[in-house]
């Protein structure tokens, strides 16, 4: 017997997570095993509040005892209640179904934030503010204080109307940036959690902060400033707990200090001023002379919710240097990264005190080699550096950040540029996906979709990170969330979003078109109840449940989600979806889906999702009645706009993939419909029409319905419009627009071209499903029962996936060799798989060199069942463990 043992324990979303608020947070873990066919049969977990004890199993506050279950994604907390401020550590065992139990797991950890409002001591303190006009300089915060006697643990909680950055005796805490996270101030604020323990020490210490606009006070897209407030404004609680147990308190009132310092202003779209002659050497440490700061407004308690970040903190996860470097005038210089990414450079200078250095970033370059500009609009994305001329200095922003490839770099003449490091960021999610092909541009496209999910999933899923946008659009988000699951571990991101979705929910229970939403303008209705948008609100939590398993974000948002529906339902009595302004099939091309079909097929679409997650959490009586919904709302669209030929209204590819893959056609028309999609594709030289939208759709719909083919031809196609046009073209991340820059015409509509927009990237799903071949069953959310069912083609040669699950690697290898195809499988402990193997009727199948014999019982050797012939494959469902599968392969190749 192999050895087991638990791995990669996780609390709630994160590893060892610090200042959770979740009063039964839900526990985690894989299992390392080589042993096929492994199944969990049972489990203990045990919980402490001492480390020791819990390595000693000598005291608990959970013994959950031997627990009868396969369970081990999401197992909720079930012992004593959990107090704020305190520390818990966690291991499991489990047994297999033959009764072998496992070795314990090395320990895992959390520690609980701030369970109640009232737990917050501290005050909120800012600047003496007084009106601002134009640009406003960042103010410093400082407090000393003594620390008498040994610390056993410290503790920083932080928030702010703001971005803050926290120090404690000269060193930064943390390695978060833009803390903590945009949300809608008017109703709730993130605080942040970070373990200061070494950081402390007995006698003089000194904590400080600083404090920037973010998106409280900065500017948010072509809105302008202060659309939150104007009050910049933090709170902060250091814990400290004393080896002899005491406790105390220190926390952020008017006995702190406050002063402006070398940050002239620091705003996300416009870019940083820095003066380093302007630094207050020392100030965020103990013995510094603060006497002439002034003391800081103390403002009144907020009135909203005040939760603890659940996804993960920004951070920078990523150094790229320069690929070249070259002089385009006298005194510029020209630095190109190589990638379209998001962040910031840091640069090391040296040059005379008062000399300044300039950064402009942008995506693309004119013809002339200059820095493209126009799509940014209003953002200014620059940021300066004035030196103070003390040998080499290092400078890179604190509160900004832009979306570039290349940077201008302008400087006095005595000013040299020794270093330049772009510096990458985004919420930092663990990468879960690899996908390697014979076609390089296939490669090359998978890259571009997963650097443009970096560059736009910060604290929320903007459309773009460069131009005066950089919204929280849920259109974008909804289509693009299943290949965003495959990328990374996206489930704390999204659940944190789908908060930002239900606090900007109207009261008549529509959805609106941004999270964080905008309100107080002139039309409350614009960006309201928009289909293919506001219908996020119900995507997205189905698609986290599918993936992860995560039935807690259904519970949580279901009866928003209900108003939703009731909304609809209200507004469009007749079931057709007629109700409010629409965008449609955003940036199709050269083809106009109906509104009102389009609408439809999308309210009918959330129906149905509702009656699957009514279901997944027990309202049987809610589940019967949304599918009931769906199928009077799936009738009046058949009524208004399918003919008995198969053709539908408007005659698009995005309204054929929206009926198909919606299923609101009748069984007798799918295979007319999918044969008048593929003659339109076929019509216009095998190119897509589709917007952000039916792109998520045509692919799949494409191989469902049996035309493989057509759908390797879009992914393949080089002319425009593709996605290998793009990239073509120098892409290095997904376009706006399809016709963002064409060969005939150049730059399109520079006041909507953005060259980093992940909508157009949704292929990643089919990329992953399709071509690579691995999906969770339809029938088990969360990969708990796997389906490898990949679409060969000998277009390419080899596809190498990789996904790692809840439950850990998934990998599936095909090849394509001499008249041979040959699949590689990898599936994790605890999991199962149905794998379509391509089938040639009186040809064998082979299984790590053996022919894969098939006996009265189905049962072939330990871990493998054969399920018959579903269509040109030959179905097995196998159990955990490394496989490899080959047989004869007729070719099917699709040619570029």
Same mark, same amino acid.
């Given at each position: 017997?192999?050895?087991?043992? !638990?791995?990669? %324990? ?49 005291? $608990? ?51 609980? @934030? ?16 007084? !009106? ?145 002659? %302007? ?22 308690? $907020? ?45 090391? &200078? ?40 003390? @040998? ?49 541009? &296939? ?84 960006? &309201? ?37 009731? $909304? ?97 056609? !009748? ?10 999609? &593929? ?26 319905? @049996? ?111 001499? @008249? ?55 179905? $097995? ?20």
């Amino acid at each position: 017997m192999n050895s087991i043992i !638990p791995t990669n %324990l996780k609390t709630e979303y994160l590893y060892n997570p610090l200042g959770i608020d979740s009063s039964h947070p839900r526990l985690s873990w894989m299992i390392e095993t080589k042993t096929r066919g492994f199944l969990q049969s049972a489990y203990r977990i045990l919980v402490s509040s001492d480390r020791q004890q819990l390595l000693d199993e000598s005291g $608990f506050v959970w013994d959950s005892g031997k627990v009868n279950s396969d369970q081990s994604v999401f197992v909720p907390y079930n012992g004593t209640p959990l107090l704020s401020n305190e520390r818990y550590y966690w291991k499991v065992r489990v047994w297999d179904t033959r009764g072998n139990l496992s070795a314990w797991s090395e320990v895992s950890e959390w520690s609980m @934030g701030l369970l109640s409002q009232s737990e917050w001591k501290a005050n909120w303190i800012g600047e003496v503010f007084k !009106p601002v006009e134009g640009n406003r300089e960042v103010s410093f915060f400082r407090k000393s204080f003594t620390i008498g006697k040994p610390i056993q643990r410290a503790t920083i909680y932080a928030t702010a109307f703001g971005a803050i950055e926290v120090s404690l005796n000269g060193s930064r805490v943390g390695e978060d940036y833009f803390a903590p996270e945009w949300t809608d101030y008017h109703t709730r604020v993130h605080y942040r959690t970070y373990d200061v323990t070494s950081l402390l020490h007995v006698g003089s210490n000194a904590v400080g902060s600083i404090l920037g606009e973010g998106w409280y006070s900065g500017h948010i897209a072509w809105y302008g400033k202060n659309l939150y407030g104007e009050a910049l404004r933090f709170m902060l609680q250091l814990y400290v707990r004393y080896e002899d147990g005491t406790e105390e308190t220190i926390v952020s009132d008017s006995s702190w200090k406050e002063s402006k310092g070398p940050i002239a202003f620091s705003d996300f779209l416009m870019g940083e001023s820095y003066d380093a002659r %302007l630094e207050h050497d020392g100030w965020n440490e103990a013995g510094f002379d603060d006497s002439a700061w002034r003391s800081p407004h103390v403002y009144g308690d $907020f009135k909203g919710w005040i939760n603890a970040q659940i996804s993960p903190p920004i951070r920078v996860v990523e150094e790229k240097e320069p690929i070249t470097e070259q002089k385009v005038v006298p005194g510029s210089l020209l630095i190109d990264i190589g990638q379209n990414m998001v962040g910031w450079v840091r640069i090391k &200078v040296t040059g005379d005190r008062g000399s300044k250095v300039t950064l402009r970033y942008a995506e693309v370059l004119n013809p002339d080699g200059s820095i493209y500009t126009d799509n940014l609009r209003t953002a200014k994305q620059t940021d300066t550096y004035t030196l103070k001329g003390e @040998g080499i200095e290092i400078y890179e922003p604190k509160f900004t950040f832009h979306g570039f490839r290349y940077v201008e770099i302008t400087a006095s003449a005595d000013v040299k540029v020794t270093q330049i490091t772009g510096r990458v960021i985004h919420n930092s999610m663990k990468s879960t996906g690899k996908l390697i092909t014979s076609d390089s541009g &296939v490669n090359q496209l998978f890259s571009n979709i997963l650097w443009t999910q970096r560059a736009n999933f910060i604290s929320v899923p903007t459309d773009c990170p460069q131009r005066d946008e950089r919204m929280g659009w849920t259109g974008d988000a909804q289509v693009f969330s299943r290949t965003a699951s495959y990328n990374m571990d996206v489930a704390g991101f999204f659940a944190k979003y789908m908060t930002d979705i239900v606090d900007a929910q109207r009261k008549t229970g529509a959805f609106t078109d941004t999270a964080p939403f905008l309100k107080g303008f002139s039309d409350w209705s614009t960006f &309201v109840a928009s289909a293919g948008w506001a219908d996020a609100g119900v995507i997205i939590p189905w698609t986290m449940y599918s993936v992860y398993e995560d039935r807690r974000i259904i519970e949580d948002n279901y009866d928003a989600m209900a108003a939703w529906l009731a $909304f609809l339902v209200k507004m469009n009595p007749s079931l057709l979806r007629t109700d409010t302004q629409y965008y449609g099939d955003w940036l199709s091309l050269n083809a106009s889906t109906p509104m009102d079909l389009f609408a439809t097929a999308y309210f009918a679409y959330c129906a149905k999702l509702m009656a699957a997650m009514s279901e997944a959490v027990g309202k049987t009586e809610q589940a019967a009645s949304y599918a009931a919904l769906f199928e009077q709302i799936r009738s009046r669209f058949i009524e208004a706009f399918v003919a008995e030929d198969g053709r539908i209204a408007g005659e698009t590819q995005t309204g054929y993939a929206l009926a198909l893959f919606m299923e609101l056609l !009748p069984e007798e028309t799918r295979r007319k419909a999918a044969a008048h999609l &593929v003659a339109d594709i076929e019509q216009r030289g095998w190119h897509i029409t589709t917007g952000i939208h039916g792109i998520k759709y045509l692919l799949p719909v494409l191989c469902e319905a @049996g035309y493989e083919e057509a759908s390797y031809r879009l992914l393949l196609q080089e002319t425009y419009p593709s996605w290998l046009y793009s990239i073509r073209n120098g892409a290095t991340t997904i376009w706006e627009r399809w016709d963002g820059w064409t060969e005939e015409k150049g730059f399109q509509n520079p006041g909507m071209n953005s060259f980093n927009h992940y909508a157009l990237g949704a292929v990643g799903e089919w990329m992953f499903r399709y071509m690579g071949g691995i999906d969770k069953s339809s029938e088990t959310p969360g990969y708990k029962h796997i389906q490898i069912r990949p679409f060969l083609n000998d277009s390419l040669t080899l596809v190498d996936c990789q996904y790692e699950s809840s439950y850990g690697t998934i990998r599936n290898r095909w090849s394509i060799v001499d @008249g041979f195809a040959e699949l590689q499988v990898t599936i994790p402990p605890n999991t199962k798989a149905d794998i379509f193997i391509p089938y040639i009727d009186g040809e064998q199948v082979y299984e790590s060199g053996e022919p894969v014999l098939y006996v009265a019982n189905n049962r072939v050797g330990e871990s493998i069942i054969d399920l018959g012939i579903v269509g040109p494959r030959r179905v $097995f469902q196998i159990g955990s463990g490394e496989y490899r599968f080959r047989t004869r392969f007729k070719s099917n190749g699709a040619g570029k």
